[in-house]
């Protein structure tokens, strides 16, 4: 079974378009993450979320937004693509106190921006 | 900021070699952690090595870790062409509540 899964794992929009990217985990872990890796491979966090907080890194644009209808559950909520958004986008979680334990991603999902 | 940094950038290696990746990191941490990346795929934990801990194995991986000069280095002895992958170290930033990745050094094994 599939420890941390995100749907599509390709996705081919407009500029401009509305777009999700969902991401469950099946590991019962309090915290997800999603993160944006660009073509130099370099891995940007996007948000931090468990069910009592959301931090969110001050430079994503409020274009995205992560939706959390369960604990096991993280979806990516992106508005008005912009060319610049192409990436591939890897939803993570983990177990317990923040950082303390490993971190398990899931297979990304490649986002082009056309 | 970035907290992890890797180096070199990029490493060639034959197989059955070893290869040593290093990385810095800048503030004070509970843990330093080692994944790799496959091309086209996800992040895979590979060894976490704690602060008071200053070297630790795992099958053919060595990890070690000095503290006074926040630096890591993992080692891959006898290397195999399918350790060609990107290796990233990571830390904990307690602030943004997230792990932080270097730059990654991408291992190249040649047959």
């Known amino acids: 079974d599939t420890a941390v899964s995100q749907t599509p794992k390709y996705l081919v929009t407009q500029m401009g378009n509305d777009k999700s990217i969902k991401c469950e985990q099946n590991?019962?872990?309090?915290?997800m993450y999603w993160y944006k890796q660009d073509s130099k491979k370099f891995l940007k966090i996007m948000f931090s979320?468990?069910?009592?907080?959301?931090?969110i890194n001050e430079t994503v644009p409020n274009r995205f937004s992560p939706k959390s209808p369960d604990k096991a559950h993280l979806n990516l909520h992106i508005n008005s693509l912009e060319l610049g958004d192409s990436a591939v986008y890897f939803c993570?979680?983990?177990?317990?106190?923040?950082?303390?334990?490993?971190?398990?991603f899931g297979q990304g999902t490649r986002l082009t921006v056309v | 900021s970035q907290q992890g940094e890797e180096d070199p950038q990029a490493l060639s290696i034959q197989e059955g070699e070893n290869a040593t990746m290093n990385c810095s990191y800048k503030?004070?941490?509970?843990?330093l952690q080692w994944y790799r990346q496959n091309s086209g795929r996800g992040l895979v934990h590979l060894i976490l090595?704690?602060?008071?801990?200053r070297e630790k194995h795992s099958g053919r991986l060595r990890v070690t870790l000095d503290t006074s000069k926040k630096s890591s280095s993992l080692l891959i002895t006898a290397s195999r062409a399918a350790d060609t992958a990107s290796y990233f170290c990571a830390t904990f930033d307690n602030y943004g509540q997230n792990f932080v990745f270097g730059p990654g050094t991408r291992l190249s094994v040649l047959p």
């Open positions: 590991l019962g872990h309090d915290t």
């Open positions: 090595i704690r602060s008071n801990e």
């Open positions: 979320y468990n069910n009592k907080e959301l931090i």
């Open positions: 993570a979680s983990s177990a317990g106190e923040r950082g303390f334990t490993e971190a398990f």
């Open positions: 503030t004070s941490i509970n843990n």
